[in-house]
């Protein structure tokens, strides 16, 4: 079975620093990988996919992630978080070995944006 | 114009009461889902349907029971409600060919 591990269930970054949240995969076959946020008593919106084109992928709001194949990562990147980045983010996975489309989700990394 | 809708967003019951929660998506998607998220954040797959065809059917008690009365509609109905049924529950659609999902904006469930 698939799983994802994201490392650091908080993360905390000051205003215009670097945001770097860690997600890494098991498959045996890569999957479709994806970074879901997830704002105070909101849903899930989708900020970035990877479905096996480019490598380095670009997402909403300035966030960017890295698929990495030998080191079965997918690591979401922020150049300078603001404070409206602080969220809960989720990296998640689709196992393309079954078809089946049901997302297998990481434990999610809260990330704070001090002043 | 909300691609995927929840109705409701909260919901106070007591144990042992039944209770429903609505999903609708006008993404002209094909592919409904729901999620459970618990009070430690964590998301977990429940049930999924393809053109009101159950696909996915997780380890989920008899209680829950899905039904989909067309593509864009995916219910949830939860029998002799338990203090561990508590938490957020999320609807997702997708298309057949692709595996991005977009969620609703979660339904709030305390049992009491």
């Known amino acids: 079975a698939q799983s994802v591990t994201q490392l650091g269930s908080h993360v905390s970054v000051s205003e215009g620093a670097l945001v770097l949240l860690r997600c890494n995969y098991s498959s045996s076959v890569p999957p479709y990988l994806f970074w879901y946020v997830q704002y105070p008593n909101q849903g899930l919106q989708l900020l970035l996919k990877y479905t096996s084109a480019a490598t380095l992928v670009k997402g909403i709001n300035g966030f960017e992630a890295e698929f990495k194949k030998s080191e079965t990562s997918f690591h979401l990147t922020k150049p300078s978080a603001h404070m409206s980045d602080a969220a809960e983010y989720f990296c998640?996975?689709?196992?393309?070995?079954?078809?089946?489309?049901?997302?297998?989700f990481g434990s999610g990394t809260r990330l704070q944006v001090q002043p | 114009d909300t691609a995927v809708s929840q109705t409701p967003k909260y919901l106070v019951t007591q144990m042992g009461n039944d209770k429903s929660i609505k999903c609708e998506q006008n993404?002209?998607?094909?592919?409904m889902y729901w999620y459970k998220q618990d009070s430690k954040k964590f998301l977990k797959i429940m049930f999924s349907?393809?053109?009101?065809?159950?696909?996915i059917n997780e380890t989920v008690p008899n209680r829950f029971s899905p039904k989909s009365p067309d593509k864009a509609h995916l219910n949830l109905h939860i029998n002799s409600l338990e203090l561990g049924d508590s938490a957020v529950y999320f609807c997702?659609?997708?298309?057949?060919?692709?595996?991005?999902?977009?969620f609703g904006p979660g339904t709030r469930l305390t049992v009491t």
């Open positions: 997702a659609s997708s298309l057949t060919d692709t595996y991005e999902q977009y």
């Open positions: 993404l002209g998607h094909d592919t």
């Open positions: 998640a996975v689709s196992d393309l070995r079954t078809g089946r489309r049901a997302l297998t």
């Open positions: 349907y393809n053109n009101k065809e159950l696909i």
